[in-house]
């Protein structure tokens, strides 16, 4: 994915939103700036950034926010760059997975809510967990398949984001998967699994990396729909 269709991708999902001061906030906070250093670079006062993010200004032109975008990708590009060479490395393998990016941070009791799932580990962090998508995964062909180096590859924009595996049986593998893998996800959830068919392995791995670790039957049909939602 090219560099400037970076851009316009970001500046279209902003336009395009029905809240887009929620999606300017979702990006501003993807790239780990603060108001005050997005202020200081565009010479704006943090309060005009609070009132777009906030929605008290009238919906942003595509000026305003070719601007936005523009000063991410700088500072981003001040601090190294990193952030961008991994969204441009983050262009999903459909093969092995289907990414879902939230047009504004979810908290993990709502996702939860969602998609109908029970907590095996961390229920009680789940409102202070904050999702922006949730990538679904054949848990085989990620497992088996999918080249380490392009594991990054899964968590899209930002590694604050549910991994849902299908097509596990017990939950090992994927939790052994995450265990290793160099990225760690906010929360994952298996697929097609009631809370006492969970292994033991991987709830003591979920305990062991702090992550959030649920259960759900809900269809992945059914899931994609509801998760479309926000």
Known sequence: MAFEQLKVKIAGEIAMSTDPGSAMKKWREVFSVNQSELSEFLQITPSTISDYEGNRRKSPGIGVIKRFVDALFDIDLKKGGELIKRLKEAEPEQKFFDAIDFSKSLDAKKFAEAIEATAVYGKERLDETQLFGCTILDSVKVILELPYESFVKIYSSTSQRALLFTGTSTGRSPMVAVRIAPIKPALV????????????????IAESEGIPLLVTKLTTKDIMKKLSAY
């Open 189 to 204: 959830v298996l697929h097609e699994l009631d809370p006492s068919g969970v292994d033991k392995l991987a709830v003591k």
